[in-house]
């Protein structure tokens, strides 16, 4: 009962964070005229918000494991708390950058030991109970395009968002707090957390552990950058903002879908082979909806490629975490690190793109990442026939 709980809030808990990391995407044609400022300075602004990100990825699986996750957990919803009421008073853009800043670091910390504390919680079917966690982040994401458009749609200030977000996590964090859990509490000794970093060594020195790093650095940088940048495309194209979030919002539901199929999908097949065939799927949709030119063709492309495309990064998470189930914490961490590295280059890269050349660039970087992830996906299943967990 108390683990159905903790999945509950936990679930909660990303939901608003997916709305607080989808909802400046929208947003970024906005900012960027009340702000004054160009388009690659928001890209690099959403840059520094996936730093903060693989900075929480880093060091809080670490700290979790030496002060108790129950710890670290109620210090990123302070911190997520913090940050919206910094973004709500913001009246210029390094403030605004900063919060952001502070919202990534809480983000990182939240989602890392959220996804920890469900693979200790629900050891029999990680696979599943990982995927349909996320699921909650990725409704909050198909959500916050939704509310862009009803605010814009009813002339409201956009900060109102960001005050709700605030107000709302400040809520679920007291019940967070009074939630108790054999997970929460676990530490390790000094000697314990010592034998972490060394661990971190032999994490790095495995071929499965590294192919599912790679394949996270591509899944979270095109994944992130694709929805934070899909707005300011069809701007382009002469789609308002308040439509375009409704498009988009149709898109991370289907994403949404798609990880309810692989979430029942992973007990039945090889993951790695689900993964490759995905991404490739994947591909094949993105390519159909870049050369189309009718409207509801290209929306319905999009749409097949959320579907296919979800869920290879919780995929290959959880099969990095199955090298060593005890580690969960540190290898969540390798691996929400390296595709927080992702996150930051693609963010850049595609607010270069969009400002010094096309916003169809998007496009371009999205599907060479396919292609890679194609190829290490490949790579991945052809190795994972000599799996061997990391003691």
């Known amino acids: 009962m108390v683990s159905r709980k903790l999945f509950t809030l936990l679930f909660i808990q990303l939901f608003l964070i997916g709305i607080g990391g989808s909802v400046v995407g929208p947003l970024i044609p906005i900012l960027s005229g009340s702000f004054k400022i160009s388009l690659d300075i928001v890209g690099s602004t959403l840059s520094l918000n996936a730093f903060g990100l693989l900075l929480a990825s880093m060091f809080s699986g670490i700290l979790s494991e030496r002060l108790g996750k129950k710890n670290i957990v109620a210090l990123g ?230 579907f296919s495309f979800s869920g290879i990064g919780a995929m290959s998470l959880s099969t990095a975490i199955k090298q060593n189930p005890h580690y969960s914490g540190p290898i969540t961490g390798v691996i929400n690190s390296f595709g927080f590295t992702g996150t930051i280059i693609f963010q850049y890269t595609a607010g270069y793109l969009s400002e010094n050349y096309s916003a169809v660039g998007i496009f371009y970087t999205s599907l060479g990442a396919l292609v890679l992830m194609i190829i290490f996906s490949g790579i991945l299943n052809y190795y994972s026939g000599t799996r061997k967990e990391i003691k």
Do not use: Q
């Not at 009813?154 to 019940?175: E, G, K, P, V």
């Not at 991404?279 to 949709?285: D, E, G, M, P, S």
């Open 77 to 306: 919803s302070i911190l997520f708390t913090l940050s919206f009421m910094g973004l709500y008073l913001s009246d210029n853009f390094i403030y605004f950058s900063i919060s952001y800043l502070l919202f990534g670091l809480s983000w990182g910390t939240i989602t890392l030991n959220s996804n920890a504390l469900i693979s200790d919680t629900f050891e029999l079917n990680r696979g599943r109970a990982i995927i349909r966690l996320n699921i909650g982040f990725l409704l909050g994401c198909a959500f916050a395009p939704l509310i862009v458009s009803g605010i814009l749609s009813f002339d409201i200030n956009y900060r109102y968002i960001f005050l709700f977000l605030a107000l709302a996590n400040a809520i679920l964090f007291i019940s967070i707090l009074l939630l108790k859990h054999g997970s929460f509490n676990i530490k390790k000794s000094k000697e314990d957390l010592l034998s972490f970093f060394s661990v971190y060594r032999k994490f790095l020195s495995n071929k499965i552990i590294i192919f599912c790093a790679i394949i996270s650095f591509l899944h979270f940088g095109l994944g992130f950058s694709f929805g934070a940048w899909f707005t300011t495309y069809f701007e382009s194209i002469n789609i308002p903002v308040n439509i375009s979030s409704l498009i988009l919002s149709s898109t991370i539901f289907a994403f949404c879908l798609g990880m309810l199929l692989k979430s029942s999908l992973v007990g039945k097949f090889n993951e790695e082979k689900l993964m490759r065939f995905f991404a490739i799927l994947a591909f094949v949709f993105l390519f159909g909806a870049f050369i189309s030119d009718n409207l509801i063709l290209k929306i319905i492309f999009l749409i097949l490629f959320n």
